[in-house]
């Protein structure tokens, strides 16, 4: 049965995208089928990374999913042969223009009851894929917290940033333990240091459990280069023995285990 995940984060700079993106295509080089929407119409910069997608015709986006102009099937483009993944990648692309995201800006609540029942329609539309990965606006925004109420579980990227600490404490006091959502934190950007031996990566893990009272599926040091890659490139598939892809390898089995296989 088809899982949906939503990746979510309490402000930008996270490296949310960043980590979507190299799950879903973690998932689909291993033989499953999934698809990548991305939900940050604030942001959109999904379109960016696929280049293949450009050479496509794309007639609809997420937006005109969420507007009832088209069904989830119109949206999505299957990347799956530029990449020669063992399953399926397909991606559904934010409109990045500046009308668009404009306009996303004056929506309403009515709007956004809408959208939100588009949403929890998505597991009935995509039955015969694995996984859906829903890259989602930062903070707590109509689009963001129907993007969590619809998924099957939710991953919060988080920094030791304390800002970003506080206002992820925040969120999920406010938002997931409100509407009861299974969730599970990505600690990412973290110092080397506080990995550089299994005791320390132990004490790591478990303070951010208590910091945040869930369950943690992942640890990312900070790799430059990673930083420094070409946002056109998914590290994951182009560097696999790389430590970033093995973290992402990692976290993609820890949110299987929470979500049952």
């Known amino acids: 049965m088809v899982k949906v995940i939503c990746v979510h984060s309490s ?13 879903a295509a973690t998932y689909a080089s291993e033989g499953r089928s999934v ?15 696929f280049e293949a997608a450009k050479r496509q015709l ?12 088209a069904s989830v099937r119109d949206i999505l483009v299957d990347v799956s042969d530029e990449y020669e993944l063992k399953g399926r990648l397909l991606v559904g692309f934010a409109d990045p223009s500046i009308d668009a995201i404009r306009q996303y800006s004056e929506k309403g609540r009515k709007w956004q009851m809408r959208a939100l029942r588009k949403m929890l329609e998505l597991k009935r539309d995509l039955g015969d894929l694995d996984r859906v990965v ?6 707590v925004h109509y689009s963001s917290v129907n993007a969590v109420v619809s998924s099957d579980l939710s991953v919060v990227v988080a920094t030791m940033d304390e800002l970003d600490v506080a206002g992820v404490r925040r969120m999920l006091a406010e ?20 990995l550089f031996s299994e005791e320390e990566r132990k004490r790591t893990l478990s303070r951010i459990e ?6 943690v599926v992942g640890v ?34 820890g949110v299987d285990r929470l979500l049952g296989g």
């Open 175 to 194: 938002l997931y333990d409100a509407f009861d959502k299974d969730t599970a934190i990505i600690l990412n950007k973290v110092t080397p240091y506080m």
């Open 11 to 23: 402000r930008g700079g996270t490296g949310k995208t960043l980590i979507a993106l190299n799950m």
């Open 35 to 49: 698809a990548l929407l991305d939900m940050d119409f604030r942001a959109p910069s999904l379109y960016t990374v």
């Open 210 to 215: 208590r910091m945040f009272d869930k369950p």
């Open 134 to 139: 829903v890259d989602t606006s930062p903070g």
């Open 220 to 253: 990312i040091p900070c790799y430059c280069d990673v930083l420094l890659a070409s946002r056109l490139k998914i590290f994951a598939l182009e560097r696999p023995e790389h430590p970033f892809a093995r973290a992402i390898r990692d976290i993609v089995r």
């Open 58 to 69: 794309i007639t609809s986006w997420t937006n005109d999913f969420l507007d009832c102009r």
